[in-house]
C-alpha cells in the first residue's frame, strides 16, 4: 500500500484512499490509452510495413496506382517545413519574450502579451485559408521574386515563385508556434531570480549584457524546452499545411516547389483510400510520425538533460 | 482495499455501456415513439449539394421517414457499407469485384444522377483575336488535356493550343496545373478519360481516385482546387460541373472531333449516358467517359446509391419508396443543381432494378 510518491499513513480515512485511487487510475489510464493506440496503429500499419520492409522509410514513391509506396517524401516534407519555421519562429518568439518581460512597460506588456497568446486561439483551418488567399500570393509576388534574384544561386531559392510550396508551409507554421515558444519563454525568463539580474547591472553590465549573461544564460534549458513544444505542434500540423504545401510528394532542393508532410498525406488521401494495402501504407505514415515525433522529443528531454547535469 | 480500484474500473465501464446505449441504434428510438424512421447513409462528397437537397425535400413528401447523409467519401462510404453500420452506402466509382464479394449479402448499384469534371482556369490576360471582342471559353481536345497534365506542354502560347484556339490570343505564361490531392471520384472520372483518350497517360500516371501526377499543384477538394486556381494566373484545374457552375467559373470546352466543341451542359451530360444506354450492364456498373457520340460531354459519370439486395421490411420499403421519388421529381431538381438526369430509358431499369430489392 504504498508508493515511491506518496506514503499513505497508517490511519487512512477511506476518501483519501478512493482519491488516491481515483488519480492513480487516470494517470495509468493515459498511458494504457497511449499504448493502446500505438498498438492499433502498428497492427493496422502491419500490412504495409511487412510488405516493404525497412524500405518503407527509405523509399520515395507514392503511388497507389502501382500500389508502391514509401515514407521518404512525407518524412522530408515534415523535417524541412518544420525546420523553416523553427528557422523562423524562434529568434521572433525569443525577442517578444525578452520585450514583453525585460523591457516593455506593464501597460503594454500585458495587452501585448495577451495578443501574443490570442495567435494560439486561431483554429488552424483559418490559418490555412489566410494561407492560401493572403499569405501565398503575397509570397508569389513580394517574396519569392526577390529571393530567387538575390540568392537564386542557392538550390533552395530556384524555379518559378507559385506561393504555395515548403516555403509558405514553413512560413504558416512559423507563425502557429510563435505563441507557444513566446510564452513558454515568458515564463522561464520570469523564474530567473531578480537578484541575479541586480548583480549583473551592479557589476557594470548593460541592459543588453545583463539580459544575455543573467536572463538568457540561465534560461537556456528552458527555451530548449519551449521550442520542443512547438516543434511538436509544428510536426503534426494537418490542416493549414494541407491547404499551402501544394499537396504532391516529391523530394525536392527548391523551397518554392510543393511537397507532402505526413500528416497532410493523411488529411488527403485517408478518406478514400480503397485498398486494404494503400490504407495500411497510410497507416504506417501515421505510425512513423509518432516515430519521428518521439525521437525528437527524446533528443531534446536528453539535451537538457545534459546541459542541466552540466551547469 | 483491494477491490476499490477494480469496483471503480466496473463503474467506469458500467458508465461507458449507458452511454453507448443513450445513442444505440435508430430502431430503437424509433420503436419508442412515432418518431420518424431513420435512415442512414453515406459516402460520395461528388452528389452531396443533391443528395442533401433531395432529403430535405423528402421529408415534406413522406414525413415518417428522415434520411440521414454524411459526406464522407465514396471509399469511406464503401467501408461503411461493408462493415453494416450504414443503411446504404453512396459512390461515384462502383464497387469492384473484389468489394462486393466482401458484401454479406447480393449488392445493387442504383445510379442516381449523372455528374460530370470540367476543366477551369485562370488566364487573367486572355484576349481575343479580334481587336475588342470578348474573349471566348478555351477549346481543348482530350489528348491536350492530357499533355498539358504531363508537362509536355508547359506555355499557355504553345502552338499546340494556339491551332486549337484561332480566336483567342493566348498569353506567353508558364502553365500551373492544379489537381486534387485528395482521394476522389472526380479524380477517378477525370483520370479515366484521361487513360482512354491517350495511351501515354494510361502507361505513366494510370488511373483511379488518387494517382501520381507528375507536376502541378495539389488542393484538397473541389474548394482547394478552386483557390488555388483563383490564386494563381496561369493555372488550370479540374472540378465537378456542379462547383464550377455555382462558382461562376471560366470552363474550356472539349473537342470531341475537328469541328465540335462541347461545353459542359445538363442536356450534352446526358447524352453521354444516352449514347451508352444499350450497353449499359444489368447491375449499371460502366464508365461513360469518351462516348461515341461527339455532342455528348466526354468526361461524365454516373453516380451511385448502394444497397443490399434484400433488407428489413419497413427500411427497405421506404428506400424503394425514395428511390421511385428520386427518378421522377428529384431528377428535376438535380438539373437545377448541375447534375444531369438520367435518360428516361434508364429511369425505368433503375426502377425495376430497386424493385427487385428482396423484402424480409
Given at each position: 500500500m504504498s508508493s515511491s510518491s506518496y506514503e499513505l499513513g497508517r490511519d487512512v480515512r477511506p476518501s483519501d484512499l478512493t482519491f488516491y485511487y481515483l488519480l492513480k487510475g487516470l494517470a495509468w489510464g493515459l498511458v494504457l490509452l497511449l499504448l493502446a493506440m500505438v498498438?492499433?496503429?502498428?497492427?493496422?500499419?502491419?500490412?504495409?510495413?511487412?510488405?516493404?520492409?525497412?524500405?518503407?522509410?527509405?523509399?520515395?514513391?507514392?503511388?497507389?496506382?502501382?500500389?508502391?509506396?514509401?515514407?521518404?517524401?512525407?518524412?522530408?516534407?515534415?523535417?524541412?517545413t518544420s525546420l523553416i519555421a523553427l528557422i523562423l519562429a524562434v529568434p521572433v518568439s525569443l525577442a517578444v519574450a525578452l520585450f514583453l518581460n525585460e523591457l516593455a512597460p506593464s501597460w503594454l506588456a500585458r495587452p501585448l502579451g495577451f495578443f501574443v497568446e490570442m495567435l494560439a486561439a486561431i483554429p488552424s483551418i483559418v490559418y490555412g485559408l489566410w494561407g492560401l488567399f493572403v499569405l501565398a500570393p503575397?509570397?508569389?509576388?513580394?517574396?519569392?521574386?526577390?529571393?530567387?534574384?538575390?540568392?537564386?544561386?542557392?538550390?533552395?531559392?530556384?524555379g518559378p515563385p507559385m506561393g504555395v510550396g515548403m516555403l509558405a508551409a514553413g512560413v504558416i507554421l512559423a507563425i502557429m508556434i510563435i505563441p507557444t515558444i513566446a510564452s513558454i519563454s515568458r515564463e522561464v525568463f520570469r523564474s530567473v531570480p531578480a537578484t541575479l539580474r541586480e548583480a549583473a547591472l551592479g557589476l557594470g553590465a548593460t541592459r543588453w549584457e545583463m539580459l544575455r549573461l543573467a536572463v538568457l544564460k540561465a534560461s537556456v534549458s528552458g527555451i530548449v524546452g519551449a521550442v520542443v513544444l512547438g516543434l511538436g505542434r509544428a510536426l503534426g500540423e494537418t490542416m493549414a499545411v494541407t491547404m499551402v504545401i501544394g499537396n504532391r510528394p516529391q523530394i525536392d532542393w527548391s523551397l518554392f516547389e510543393s511537397g507532402q508532410t505526413m500528416a497532410s498525406i493523411l488529411a488527403n488521401q485517408y478518406a478514400e483510400a480503397d485498398s486494404s494495402l494503400h490504407l495500411s501504407a497510410l497507416t504506417a505514415v501515421g505510425f512513423t510520425l509518432f516515430v519521428v515525433s518521439l525521437a525528437i522529443n527524446s533528443l531534446a528531454r536528453w539535451i537538457i538533460w545534459r546541459m542541466q547535469r552540466v551547469n | 482495499m483491494r477491490t476499490l480500484p477494480s469496483a471503480i474500473l466496473v463503474a467506469i465501464f458500467a458508465f461507458s455501456q449507458l452511454a453507448c446505449l443513450g445513442q444505440g441504434p435508430s430502431d430503437v428510438a424509433h420503436a419508442r415513439s412515432s418518431r420518424p424512421l431513420l435512415i442512414n447513409g453515406a459516402g460520395a462528397s461528388f452528389p452531396f449539394p443533391l443528395y442533401s437537397k433531395w432529403f430535405s425535400e423528402y421529408r415534406q413528401v413522406d414525413p415518417s421517414v428522415r434520411i440521414n447523409y454524411q459526406s464522407i467519401g465514396s471509399g469511406g462510404g464503401i467501408r461503411q457499407f461493408l462493415a453494416g453500420t450504414t443503411d446504404f452506402g453512396a459512390t461515384d466509382a462502383p464497387m469492384t469485384d473484389e468489394e462486393m464479394q466482401q458484401a454479406s449479402g447480393s449488392v445493387l448499384h442504383v445510379p442516381t444522377a449523372l455528374g460530370a469534371v470540367v476543366l477551369t482556369y485562370n488566364l487573367p490576360d486572355?484576349?481575343?483575336?479580334?481587336?475588342?471582342?470578348?474573349?471566348?471559353?478555351?477549346?481543348?481536345?482530350?489528348?491536350?488535356?492530357?499533355?498539358?497534365?504531363?508537362?509536355?506542354?508547359?506555355?499557355?502560347?504553345d502552338s499546340r493550343l494556339a491551332e486549337l484556339n484561332p480566336h483567342l490570343r493566348l498569353p506567353d505564361r508558364p502553365i500551373i496545373t492544379v489537381h486534387r490531392s485528395d482521394g476522389s471520384g472526380t479524380t477517378a472520372v477525370f483520370t479515366d478519360y484521361l487513360a482512354q483518350v491517350s495511351s501515354e497517360w494510361r502507361e505513366r500516371v494510370g488511373f483511379g481516385k488518387a494517382v501520381r501526377f507528375p507536376r502541378g499543384l495539389g488542393g484538397k477538394g473541389n474548394e482547394g482546387v478552386t483557390g488555388l486556381v483563383r490564386q494563381s494566373p496561369g493555372s488550370i484545374g479540374y472540378v465537378e460541373f456542379n462547383y464550377a457552375l455555382m462558382n461562376r467559373m471560366a470552363v474550356a470546352g472539349v473537342m470531341t472531333n475537328e469541328d465540335t466543341t462541347v461545353h459542359p451542359s445538363v442536356e450534352s451530360i446526358t447524352r453521354a449516358a444516352d449514347s451508352f444506354v444499350s450497353q449499359i450492364p444489368a447491375d449499371f456498373r460502366m464508365s461513360i467517359v469518351n462516348?461515341?457520340?461527339?455532342?455528348?460531354?466526354?468526361?461524365?459519370?454516373?453516380?451511385?446509391?448502394?444497397?443490399?439486395?434484400?433488407?428489413?421490411?419497413?427500411?427497405?420499403?421506404?428506400?424503394?419508396?425514395?428511390?421511385?421519388?428520386?427518378?421522377?421529381?428529384?431528377?428535376?431538381?438535380?438539373?437545377?443543381?448541375?447534375?444531369?438526369p438520367l435518360p428516361p430509358t434508364l429511369v425505368e431499369r433503375v426502377l425495376s432494378s430497386a424493385r427487385s430489392i428482396e423484402l424480409l
Open positions: 498498438g492499433v496503429i502498428f497492427a493496422l500499419s502491419w500490412e504495409a510495413l511487412s510488405h516493404f520492409g525497412p524500405g518503407f522509410f527509405f523509399d520515395p514513391s507514392w503511388d497507389s496506382w502501382r500500389e508502391q509506396f514509401g515514407a521518404l517524401t512525407f518524412i522530408y516534407g515534415t523535417l524541412v503575397f509570397l508569389r509576388d513580394h517574396v519569392q521574386p526577390p529571393l530567387g534574384q538575390y540568392l537564386g544561386f542557392l538550390p533552395l531559392f530556384q | 486572355l484576349a481575343a483575336a479580334e481587336e475588342g471582342a470578348e474573349p471566348g471559353a478555351l477549346r481543348l481536345t482530350g489528348p491536350l488535356i492530357a499533355q498539358i497534365f504531363m508537362g509536355e506542354v508547359q506555355s499557355w502560347n462516348p461515341r457520340d461527339p455532342e455528348a460531354y466526354p468526361i461524365a459519370a454516373f453516380t451511385y446509391f448502394i444497397l443490399n439486395g434484400s433488407m428489413e421490411q419497413e427500411k427497405g420499403s421506404k428506400l424503394m419508396a425514395f428511390v421511385d421519388w428520386a427518378m421522377g421529381p428529384g431528377q428535376e431538381s438535380a438539373s437545377q443543381l448541375g447534375y444531369a
